[in-house]
């Protein structure tokens, strides 16, 4: 059976263009995923460099066979640290989305379903903290917490909880007076089995296309902290700190060591943001009806 021949990518005959969006942002996302979990083997295998050693000659070198993106000022070469550098990305933004997913969906099913002034006092501070631009708030956590892999993630998640928060409650708060959960409380079920038998399935169908538009969204932040110098430690291979170390030779010429990873974190982007626009079609069955409705078959 063909993927056109799938129900849920039918359109018309073909996959829709939110499916073919999905697909396409599915497969770039996958390039990172398998470099950022293989970069370490390829090194071993003495087909990259190591991304922290800088070479006998340090003079910048544009892109050529020896060298495919050519090296720094600093005498990194920078395709490896630009391999590398997808790596550290993700590992900060998955833990970042993930601390988010953790705290934010308990905290929005047990808000919505109880009501109340738990409810309300949740609500205020969840949207006090939604008010503030993200980058900003960030950046002041990041002078918080330092430096570091699990420190970049806190000061990421925290921006993020409160819309995990708002998406689960407000399901959760329209769906707790259907008439499956009022049965299910009439049978003497407790507040714990109506929250995770029943409540949760039918909140959580958002969350996945909110989480890849968030690690998109992560991406360029932890890009501007690493550019602002409050990213990862030092010489650790990261898009932005790259970027940031660049910036001085740009006038100069040097133009190969700010082009690939700024390619790189917005290529990664494009990946995410095109997964998460599919998903949002293909989680909601609303959106595929309406798609299917308004075209007919020729």
Same mark, same amino acid.
């Given at each position: 059976?063909?993927?056109?021949? !799938?129900?849920?990518?039918? #359109?018309?005959?073909?996959?829709?263009?939110?499916?073919?969006?999905?697909?396409?942002?599915?497969?770039?996302?996958?390039?990172?995923?398998?470099?950022?979990?293989?970069?370490?083997?390829?090194?071993?295998?003495?087909?990259?460099?190591?991304?922290?050693?800088? #070479?006998?000659?340090?003079? $910048?070198?544009?892109?050529?066979?020896?060298?495919?993106?050519?090296?720094?000022?600093?005498?990194?070469?920078?395709?490896? @640290?630009?391999?590398?550098?997808?790596?550290?990305?993700?590992?900060?933004?998955?833990?970042?989305?993930?601390?988010?997913?953790?705290?934010?969906?308990?905290?929005?099913?047990?808000?919505?379903?109880?009501?109340?002034?738990?409810?309300?006092?949740?609500?205020?501070?969840?949207?006090?903290?939604?008010?503030?631009?993200?980058?900003?708030?960030?950046?002041?956590?990041?002078?918080?917490?330092?430096?570091?892999?699990?420190?970049?993630?806190?000061?990421?998640?925290?921006?993020?909880?409160?819309?995990?928060?708002?998406?689960? @409650? *407000? $399901?959760?708060?329209?769906?707790?007076?259907?008439?499956?959960?009022?049965?299910?409380?009439?049978?003497?079920?407790?507040?714990?089995?109506?929250?995770?038998?029943?409540?949760?399935?039918?909140?959580?169908?958002?969350?996945?296309?909110?989480?890849?538009?968030?690690?998109?969204?992560?991406?360029?932040?932890?890009?501007?902290?690493?550019?602002?110098?409050?990213?990862?430690?030092?010489?650790?291979?990261?898009?932005?700190?790259?970027? @940031?170390?660049?910036?001085?030779?740009?006038?100069?010429?040097?133009?190969?060591?700010?082009?690939?990873?700024?390619?790189?974190?917005?290529?990664?982007?494009?990946? #995410?943001?095109? !997964?998460?626009?599919?998903?949002?079609?293909?989680?909601?069955? @609303? #959106?595929?009806?309406? *798609?299917? *409705?308004?075209?007919?078959?020729?």
């Amino acid at each position: 059976m063909t993927l056109t021949k !799938l129900p849920f990518l039918r #359109l018309s005959g073909r996959p829709s263009l939110s499916m073919q969006m999905m697909w396409v942002g599915l497969v770039i996302t996958l390039i990172f995923v398998v470099t950022a979990i293989f970069a370490p083997a390829f090194q071993a295998w003495g087909w990259l460099q190591n991304p922290l050693e800088s #070479l006998a000659n340090p003079i $910048h070198e544009p892109p050529s066979l020896r060298h495919w993106f050519g090296t720094s000022r600093q005498g990194y070469d920078v395709f490896s @640290r630009t391999l590398f550098g997808s790596q550290a990305a993700l590992q900060v933004v998955i833990l970042a989305t993930l601390l988010s997913v953790v705290i934010g969906v308990p905290l929005g099913l047990v808000s919505g379903y109880l009501g109340g002034r738990p409810d309300r006092v949740l609500l205020f501070f969840m949207d006090t903290i939604y008010t503030l631009p993200g980058l900003l708030l960030s950046v002041t956590l990041a002078f918080v917490v330092g430096r570091g892999v699990f420190n970049a993630a806190i000061a990421l998640s925290i921006s993020y909880i409160p819309q995990y928060y708002r998406v689960v @409650r *407000n $399901h959760t708060a329209s769906v707790k007076n259907e008439l499956f959960i009022e049965a299910a409380q009439a049978m003497g079920a407790d507040t714990w089995t109506v929250l995770s038998r029943y409540l949760f399935l039918n909140v959580i169908q958002s969350v996945p296309v909110l989480f890849t538009l968030n690690a998109a969204d992560a991406i360029l932040i932890l890009g501007s902290l690493g550019f602002l110098g409050l990213g990862l430690a030092d010489q650790v291979p990261e898009w932005g700190y790259d970027l @940031r170390q660049a910036l001085d030779a740009l006038p100069t010429g040097i133009w190969w060591t700010t082009l690939f990873p700024g390619l790189a974190m917005t290529l990664m982007v494009v990946g #995410l943001s095109l !997964l998460g626009e599919g998903l949002s079609e293909f989680v909601n069955p @609303r #959106l595929r009806r309406e *798609n299917w *409705n308004q075209k007919s078959p020729e």
